[in-house]
């Protein structure tokens, strides 16, 4: 079974993230999307609702598994059985620091492959703190959220 683990913040999961998952998941027979616990980041969202929301985006798909993790990477990929990494590539203002995080990876662990893959060009200008930013200020990202996503953020800003 070829698993590969798909680690971010996903602060919250956007159709940019599933576009990549999706792909991964025809790419392999399994993949573990992750949320990574990052101390120095202050999430809009708590891991738990991190998760939630992204199992809830992609119910009907049996090779898929959603957990969080607190520490390095390519330890939680070893713990899932995983033989690779994957990362979204959205531009080139992305290579630089994707390209630093596979090659220290590879240091540390020279058994897992990053391999990157390319969303559709309607999600490359997507990320997670503009959709933050837009909600906040009440404006409509429905063409770029989950439903549910969409629901959560509603939530979380008429507070
Ligand atoms: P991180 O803090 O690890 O960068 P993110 O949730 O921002 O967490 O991103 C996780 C991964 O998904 C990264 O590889 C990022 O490049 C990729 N990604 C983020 N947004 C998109 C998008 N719109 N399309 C494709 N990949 C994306």
């Not at 992609?58 to 390519?74: P, Q, R």
């Not at 893959?117 to 989950?146: C, G, Q, W």
């Amino acid at each position: 079974m070829r698993k590969v683990l798909y680690p971010g913040t996903f602060d919250p999961v956007t159709n940019g993230h599933i576009d990549i998952i999706k792909r991964a998941m025809e790419l392999f027979d399994g993949v573990v999307v992750t949320v990574a616990i990052n101390p120095s980041k202050t999430p809009l969202f708590t891991v738990e609702e991190r998760v939630q929301m992204i199992r809830d985006s992609l119910t009907g798909f049996n090779n898929i598994t959603v957990d969080s993790f607190d520490g390095l990477v390519v330890e939680h990929a070893h713990q899932v059985g995983a033989i690779g990494i994957i990362r979204g590539l959205r531009a080139v203002s992305d290579f630089e620091y994707e390209f630093q995080m596979a090659l220290m990876n590879r240091k540390l662990a020279g058994d897992l492959t990053t391999v990157f893959l390319m969303p559709h060009e309607k999600y490359t200008y997507l990320n997670s703190s503009i959709i933050r930013n837009l909600a906040e200020l009440k404006s409509d990202v429905s063409e770029f959220v989950p439903q549910v996503v969409l629901q959560k953020l509603k939530e979380k800003f008429s507070q």
